[in-house]
């Protein structure tokens, strides 16, 4: 079998990464950053979630298939997101009952 | 999936003697259908990941809903999230990783043939998740308590615009808690498989799919962490 054999220090720094960007998370929630707020928690889960996808779930060294399936899961996802918002947030631009 | 390959461990029996050299060197574990060992183990990759990204659009939804009505309460939204118990939702999230890395290793053990490394990291990974959900149980058992529950005992003194926030709380948490004890039944399944000497560097199949799933679970809490617990920290208690 010719598959890649994750690295045991490879698994142990990204363990490392994940419990360093929780405890970031935690102290970054702690500060009043107004809007940024937000963005800054999902950064930091968006870079969390890659880690594991990346090498936990060892996508890096995965067919191109499945890698365009996985990022075109995430780019529907944004597509459901992007499409319903864009409904929600306008709705007030337009006075007239109903919205 | 790959599980059912066993179904046909059996080999070709209608190959006669001798005819089928290709098919005599084929592993035990390969099905007919595919060419090799590698493309069926590729194979179960793709097809766990498609069924992995009908999960992200399932729990898509109820971050939409999320969104939608965190976007109509903001500060009903941050309130709400500040009755949630910080520490435990931290504890899980540090739980939820260490599971991760477990899993992680057990999959690497069976690639490298070590049944001792599979059977050890996946008891860990199945006792980390058992713990997550202990503390999961003992934080809705706080929130009873404190009538945080939406319902006829909510607390009347709250807005009643906090209710959409604890239903979702409760509703993401708990599809995620019911994704967790399907992964612990899952690993359960694979411990015996691995028990019994099923995986090695040739065929590994079910462990990495089942995996994925996981880490997946895990990925689902990565977001839900921030989202739900944190996202009020800044204002106080």
Same mark, same amino acid.
């Given at each position: 079998?010719?598959?890649?054999?994750?690295k045991?220090?490879?698994?142990?720094?990204?363990?490392?990464? @994940? #419990?360093? @960007?929780?405890? &970031?998370?935690?102290?970054? !929630?702690?500060?009043?950053?107004?809007?940024?707020?937000?963005p800054?928690?999902?950064?930091? +889960?968006v &870079?969390? /979630?890659?880690?594991?996808?990346?090498f936990?779930?060892?996508?890096?060294?995965?067919?191109? @298939?499945?890698?365009?399936v996985v990022?075109?899961?995430?780019?529907?996802?944004? *597509?459901? #997101?992007?499409?319903?918002?864009?409904?929600y947030?306008?709705?007030?631009?337009?006075?007239?009952?109903?919205? | 999936?790959?599980?059912?390959?066993?179904?046909h461990?059996?080999g070709?029996p209608?190959?006669?003697?001798?005819?089928? /050299?290709?098919?005599?060197?084929?592993?035990?574990?390969?099905?007919?259908?595919?060419?090799s060992m590698?493309?069926?183990?590729?194979?179960?990759?793709?097809g766990?990941?498609?069924? @992995?990204?009908?999960? *992200?659009?399932?729990?898509?939804?109820l971050?939409m809903?999320?969104?939608?009505?965190?976007? +109509?309460?903001?500060? !009903?939204?941050?309130?709400?999230? =500040?009755? &949630?118990n910080?520490?435990?939702?931290?504890? =899980?999230?540090?739980?939820?990783?260490?599971?991760?890395?477990?899993? /992680?290793?057990?999959?690497?053990c069976?690639?490298?043939?070590?049944?001792?490394?599979?059977?050890?990291?996946?008891? &860990?990974?199945?006792?980390?998740?058992t713990?997550?959900?202990?503390?999961?149980?003992?934080?809705y058992?706080?929130?009873?308590?404190?009538h945080?529950?939406?319902?006829?005992h909510?607390?009347?003194?709250?807005?009643?615009?906090?209710?959409?926030?604890?239903a979702?709380?409760?509703?993401?948490?708990?599809?995620? /808690?019911?994704?967790?004890?399907?992964? *612990? %039944?899952?690993?359960?399944?694979?411990?015996?498989?691995?028990?019994?000497?099923?995986?090695g560097?040739?065929?590994?199949?079910?462990?990495?799919?089942?995996?994925?799933?996981w880490?997946? %679970?895990?990925?689902?809490?990565i977001?839900?962490?921030?989202?739900?617990?944190?996202?009020?920290?800044h204002?106080?208690?």
């Amino acid at each position: 079998m010719s598959a890649h054999v994750a690295k045991v220090p490879t698994l142990f720094a990204i363990f490392g990464a @994940l #419990f360093a @960007l929780t405890i &970031l998370t935690y102290f970054v !929630a702690l500060q009043d950053f107004g809007w940024l707020n937000t963005p800054i928690a999902l950064g930091i +889960a968006v &870079l969390k /979630a890659s880690l594991v996808v990346w090498f936990f779930m060892g996508v890096r060294w995965n067919t191109p @298939l499945t890698k365009v399936v996985v990022v075109a899961g995430l780019f529907w996802l944004l *597509i459901m #997101f992007g499409l319903t918002m864009s409904d929600y947030l306008t709705r007030s631009w337009i006075g007239v009952p109903g919205r | 999936m790959a599980d059912a390959s066993h179904l046909h461990a059996h080999g070709h029996p209608s190959t006669p003697l001798g005819a089928g /050299a290709a098919h005599a060197e084929h592993h035990p574990r390969q099905q007919h259908h595919f060419y090799s060992m590698d493309q069926q183990l590729e194979a179960s990759i793709l097809g766990m990941w498609i069924f @992995l990204v009908t999960e *992200i659009m399932f729990f898509g939804g109820l971050f939409m809903a999320y969104i939608v009505y965190r976007t +109509a309460y903001p500060d !009903a939204w941050a309130a709400g999230s =500040n009755h &949630l118990n910080v520490l435990m939702g931290g504890i =899980n999230t540090l739980v939820l990783i260490c599971s991760s890395v477990t899993m /992680a290793l057990a999959v690497r053990c069976a690639q490298i043939g070590s049944r001792r490394g599979q059977v050890v990291n996946l008891i &860990l990974t199945i006792l980390f998740g058992t713990v997550f959900l202990v503390v999961k149980y003992f934080e809705y058992a706080e929130k009873f308590e404190h009538h945080l529950v939406p319902g006829p005992h909510f607390d009347p003194a709250l807005p009643a615009q906090q209710q959409i926030f604890f239903a979702l709380y409760f509703i993401m948490t708990g599809i995620h /808690a019911a994704h967790m004890v399907v992964g *612990i %039944v899952l690993m359960l399944i694979i411990l015996g498989m691995a028990w019994k000497g099923r995986f090695g560097p040739d065929y590994y199949g079910p462990i990495e799919v089942s995996g994925l799933y996981w880490h997946f %679970v895990d990925i689902v809490w990565i977001f839900l962490f921030p989202l739900l617990y944190l996202l009020g920290a800044h204002l106080g208690h």
